[in-house]
């Protein structure tokens, strides 16, 4: 389930119960990265909906089978090449959905840090990823 955002007053807050630094953006709520007991491990923005993210990649790579399968059998092209599009629609879904849990938490995060330096690396970071993933369109 990705993170929701609420609306608060108070500039910042620390929340011990659940490990989870809080801060505001904008008059928003943005949940940064939790970090363990140790201090060293921190989640990603699709923490929350990985598994949903893994059962969407195994079906996708069912799909891959699948097509390798259609070939093996001399299928007709037309046929492998609607699963083909399906498979790359598919796996751009699943990009989207990391790609939109990364700008809402780490970008936002790093933002919301305070940290000039941070935030400027991930926003460069952001704007290379869409650049790459808008090569393959």
Do not use: N
Not at 26 to 35: D, F, L, Q, R
Not at 71 to 99: F, K, N, P, S, W
Request: hydrophobic share 40%; charged share 30%; net charge neutral.
């Amino acid at each position: 389930m990705p993170a929701t955002y609420r609306r608060r007053s108070e500039p910042s807050q620390f929340d011990d119960s659940r490990g989870r630094c809080q801060d505001t953006l904008a008059g928003y709520v943005i949940p940064s990265w939790t970090v363990s007991v140790s201090g060293s491990h921190r989640t990603h923005g699709y923490a929350e909906q990985k598994d949903r993210l893994l059962k969407r990649l195994a079906r996708a790579e069912g799909q891959v089978r699948g097509v390798a399968r259609m070939v093996e059998e001399d299928r007709y092209c037309i046929d492998i090449l609607t699963q083909l599009a399906a498979i790359d629609t598919a796996l751009e879904g699943v990009a989207l959905a990391i790609l939109d849990d990364h700008v809402k938490h780490c970008v936002a995060g790093a933002l919301a840090s305070g940290d000039d330096a941070e935030g400027a690396t991930k926003i460069d970071e952001l704007l290379a990823a869409v650049r790459r993933f808008a090569k393959t369109r």
